[in-house]
Each structure stands twice: as structure tokens, then as C-alpha cells.
Nanobody, 125 residues
Framework: QVQLVESGGGLVQAGDSLGLSCVSSERTFSKYTVGWFRQAPGKDREFVTAINWNNGGTYTADSVKGRFTISRDNAKNTVFLQMNSLKPDDTAVYYC??????????????????WGPGTQVTVSS
């Protein structure tokens, strides 16, 4: 069981920036690919971005490419999501998740086994 906790959500205005964190107490967290997903009210959960475990490679959805950046600090067991130029359409609950250990990058929700409880991001116009 891998426990994940997101933080950093809040209420911001369009055009602002916000940084989210995903922390795990898992001893081997550095061996996990980590993904960020989001779910807006009344919509399905969608993939945002992911970072792999072995070389820091990333995969990002077109909807946020150029605005959102994922990174990780394995010494702190933390993955970050830096969100710039936020839009009202970015309003959602943001979740971090991990697939099985050593799994490659994936944008498919079904590939991810463990999820955090989520953090709310609200962007006002």
C-alpha cells in the first residue's frame, strides 16, 4: 500500500500560478512513476502529466503543455506540479497517483493503483 498526500491547492485568479506537492512515506518512492490527474465538477477524471522513475522523463497532456511542469525530489519523496497561466477550465480536484513499482510512463487512469485524496484548485475569472 503506497500512501500519497497532495497539498498546495487553493483559490487563485486566472493567469496566476500555483504549485502542488505530492508526498509519500513509501520507502521506495523513487522507484515509482508518478502521475497527476484532475477531475472537474460533472466531468470524468483526466490525465494531466506524469514523471517516470528512472530518468525523470515526462509525459504531459496537450491541454496543459507549456503551462504545467512536473518534477520530483526523491530525497524528499515529493513530486511537484507547477501550474502557470491558470485558466478557469483548470478548476478541478487534483490527484497524484502511482502505478506498480518500476512501471513506465502512462496517461491511462487504469494503469495507476494508488491514489491520494486530492486537493482542490479553483481558478476564478
Amino acid at each position: 500500500q503506497v500512501q500519497l498526500v497532495e497539498s498546495g491547492g487553493g483559490l487563485v485568479q486566472a493567469g496566476d500560478s500555483l504549485g502542488l506537492s505530492c508526498v509519500s512515506s513509501e520507502r521506495t518512492f523513487s522507484k515509482y512513476t508518478v502521475g497527476w490527474f484532475r477531475q472537474a465538477p460533472g466531468k470524468d477524471r483526466e490525465f494531466v502529466t506524469a514523471i517516470n522513475w528512472n530518468n525523470g522523463g515526462t509525459y504531459t497532456a496537450d491541454s496543459v503543455k507549456g503551462r504545467f511542469t512536473i518534477s520530483r525530489d526523491n530525497a524528499k519523496n515529493t513530486v511537484f506540479l507547477q501550474m502557470n497561466s491558470l485558466k478557469p477550465d483548470d478548476t478541478a480536484v487534483y490527484y497524484c497517483a502511482v502505478p506498480p513499482r518500476f512501471a513506465p510512463l502512462s496517461g491511462r487512469e487504469r494503469d495507476y493503483d494508488y491514489w491520494g485524496p486530492g486537493t482542490q484548485v479553483t481558478v476564478s475569472s
